[in-house]
Every structure is written in C-alpha cells, then in structure tokens.
C-alpha cells in the first residue's frame, strides 16, 4: 500500500497499520544485517526547525540503511533562507526538486499540512507546533507497545505529563481509539490536561477513558505508562508537586509485573534512572523501534 503524504494518526487505517508493522519487522532483518541498497536512488530531506535528536538521526539513519542519501538541515529558522523571509510553501516547491521525500518539524502547529498542500513529493509531520501531532513517534510507540505486550486490544494505558500541548499523546490517542476494549487514562495537572478536541474523538469512537490529576490510584491498573515532560514553567499553581506525577522505584512497585513503562524522550527527570535496568523500562527499546518504523514507512511512501 503507498501512502502519500504522514500528516496525522487519523490517516492511518488498522489495515495499513498492520502492513507497517510486518514492514518493520523486516526492517529489523535488515538493519541486523547491514542494511539494504535497494533504495540507492532516492534522497530524503529532513527539514528541522526544531531541535531534535532521536525524530532527525533516525530518518536520517532510515534512509541510509535503506540505501539512499539525505539532506539534512537542523535550526532551518536559523540556516534555511527562512531568515531572508522565504516562506515555507517556497521553501518547500524548492527542495522538492532536490528529493524523493521531506521531513519536517515545523514551528507552527499545521506546518507539515502547508507544506503538503504545495509539495511535488511525500511531506513526513516530524511534529508540528506545540499542540499539533507526531505520527511517525505514534506509529513506533504503537508499534513497541504491540511487540511488548502481543495485542493492542483490551489493553489499558496511562498516557501522562503536560498533554495539552503534548504532541505525542495526542497521536498516540488517535491510534489506540482504533482497537478493542482500550482504556486510557489521562494523567496530568488540571491546567494542563489533554484538550476537549480529542476527548470528543474518544467519545465518537466508544472509547472508554478517565481523567486525572494523580498516577496513585491509576499507575497499579495500567498495561502501559505512557510517560511525558512536564516542564516547571509551565505550572502556574505553585503549590502542585511535579514529582507525583515521577515514575521511580517507589512506583515501579506497584505497577503490574507484565506492564511496561515508555516515554518518547528526551527525558528530565519524570522517569527516575534507577529503574532503566527493570524489564519494563521499554523506552529504550522503543527509541530503537523508531529506525524500523521510519525505514518502513519510507519504504511504504517510495514503492509503486
Ligand atoms: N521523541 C522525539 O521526537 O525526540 P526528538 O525531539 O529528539 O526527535
């Protein structure tokens, strides 16, 4: 199946998923044996913005593997002609001449959908402004909790942190209200609890969840602690404690045997070090699911 263009989760049907997944399984044998060269002729660009370590390494890691080559811009704010007031949708008509695909981390919430709308050639939403969304990080946390826990129906998942403007919470709402029996918990401070625009999805969908201000009652029920930053900044009651919403040894204890616990990264001090060597530290290993997948989905927007 050819995808045109990664704007959103919404796009993702659970047929395509499931194709993506067997992808990236292969993708996996690949990369354990050195990658591939079938790709050799097509050139990736990843258009950065924003700072980012794992999202830009990884596609850039992605294409090499697959064979193929990448040109790279990090601060494109700063060292894009940006700076001279070239709009985007210019920038955009430009480099597509140059590539096969764009990655882009876009200061602007809707930024990778503009860039789409003029683009000759595939525009990947490497996250968008401070509320929009990061797929390609939905896909590989859906894609790791999959591998980790055999299913995605029936499963229950905290997704916590600063989830109002949490892009990757938001993605990975819209994938897990694709499957059966899910609940989700949403766990954060009330000023900075995930917005009605997804709840109204949840709703429209049949999907069971629960909001919260604390991971004390919720953290022992979940298959799945989704944890995220929560920057001090942004807190305006003084009075809130950020380290109930930290995940250490003390919590560690109460949460299931079988349950993993997964942060896109990077992380501050929300998840305590001490517990990186427990079996269910799955961020690690999910950080790593994030080259399969993204080699997969190149592939899925290069084939014929
Ligand atoms: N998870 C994630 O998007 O990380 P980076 O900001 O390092 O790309």
Do not use: W
Not at 19 to 38: C, H, N, Y
Not at 77 to 83: G, Q, R
């Amino acid at each position: 199946m050819k995808l045109k263009h990664i704007l959103t989760s919404q796009q993702f049907t659970v047929p395509v998923i499931m194709e993506l997944f067997e992808r990236t399984r292969f993708m996996k044998q690949i990369v354990a044996r050195g990658g591939t060269s079938d790709y050799s002729n097509k050139i990736l660009t990843n258009l950065f913005y924003k700072p980012s370590t794992r999202t830009r390494f990884s596609f850039e890691s992605a294409i090499f593997r697959l064979g193929g080559k990448v040109l790279s811009t990090e601060q494109a704010n700063e060292f894009s002609s940006e700076i001279k007031g070239e709009m985007l949708e210019d920038t955009i008509r430009i480099t597509g001449n140059y590539c096969d695909a764009i990655v882009i981390r876009s200061h602007e919430e809707g930024g990778a959908k503009r860039a789409a709308e003029v683009s000759s050639v595939p525009i990947i939403n490497a996250g968008d402004g401070s509320g929009g969304q990061h797929p390609t990080q939905a896909l590989l946390d859906l894609y790791t909790i999959y591998d980790e826990c055999k299913t995605l129906d029936g499963l229950s998942v905290a997704i916590i942190g600063a989830l109002d403007q949490g892009r990757t919470a938001r993605s990975l709402a819209y994938l897990l209200s694709k499957f059966d029996r899910i609940k989700i918990y949403f766990i954060a401070p009330d000023e900075l609890q995930i917005k009605p625009d997804i709840l109204a999805h949840l709703d429209e969908k049949g999907i069971a969840y629960e909001l919260s201000n604390s991971t004390d009652k919720i953290i022992n029920k979940v298959d799945v602690a989704y944890q995220t930053r929560i920057d001090n900044e942004r807190i305006y009651d003084q009075k809130i404690d950020l380290n109930q919403y930290n995940i250490d040894a003390e919590v560690l204890k109460k949460m299931k045997q079988n349950s993993i616990i997964m942060h896109p990264l990077p992380r501050s001090v929300e998840i305590s070090h001490e517990i990186d060597s427990d079996p269910r530290a799955a961020y690690f290993r999910q950080a790593e699911n994030g080259l399969y997948v993204r080699m997969a989905l190149l592939t899925m927007l290069f084939d014929k």
